[in-house]
């Protein structure tokens, strides 16, 4: 793992995810999942997360926080585009630290390291959901200075339904 970051938290590092952390990825994706009471829709494999996070055409990163040498929080992210900026963002998928790690700091760590990325890649804004029942990240993310948009719904297609929406192309 390479070392991008050394934070000013005593022995609490950030490292770039590297071909060979597959399994590990999947297991912070595990643990989020269970937080978030998704388990039954996790479907990834460690085969899909080399193919797209270290393949030949990697379509997303991952940063590791390393607490004492312990990998205790991630960080899954990629590159959208806003037309009103007219400059690239960071959208924020996943962000997850063990909870016997929480409150130390890691979170933020990770969070204020990806705004720090965006501001290096000159994106225009740093993004990400969050479930409306989950109260402490969401009081976790205002008190970074988040506003929560409120007037804007996510839509999502998947599965069979995505497929079905494919075949209507060019009818």
Same mark, same amino acid.
């Given at each position: ?31 989020l999942a269970v937080y978030e009471k998704l388990s039954h829709e996790v479907v990834a494999t460690a085969e899909d997360l080399g193919k797209y996070l270290f393949g +030949?055409?990697? #379509? ?7 607490? &004492? ?5 991630? @960080? ?6 806003s037309t009103f900026l007219g400059k690239p963002g960071i959208y924020l998928e996943d962000l997850f630290v063990l909870e016997e790690f929480r409150g130390k700091g ?20 740093? +993004?990400?959901? #969050? ?7 969401? &009081? ?5 200075? @988040? ?25």
């Amino acid at each position: 793992m390479e070392l991008i970051y050394k934070t000013r938290i005593p022995d609490f590092e950030i490292h770039r995810a590297e071909k060979g952390d597959e399994m590990l990825v999947l297991e912070f994706i595990n643990h989020l999942a269970v937080y978030e009471k998704l388990s039954h829709e996790v479907v990834a494999t460690a085969e899909d997360l080399g193919k797209y996070l270290f393949g +030949e055409h990697r #379509v997303a990163e991952v940063i590791l926080g390393k607490f &004492k040498g312990e990998v205790v929080g991630f @960080a899954l992210f990629f590159h959208n585009f806003s037309t009103f900026l007219g400059k690239p963002g960071i959208y924020l998928e996943d962000l997850f630290v063990l909870e016997e790690f929480r409150g130390k700091g890691f979170g933020k760590s990770l969070l204020t390291y990806l705004a720090k990325l965006a501001v290096d890649r000159n994106c225009g804004r740093l +993004e990400w959901s #969050v479930l409306d029942w989950n109260e402490p990240a969401i &009081k976790f993310y205002k008190s970074l200075g @988040a506003s929560i948009m409120e007037e804007w719904l996510i839509n999502r297609v998947t599965g069979e339904k995505l497929e079905g929406m494919a075949k209507m192309f060019g009818k």
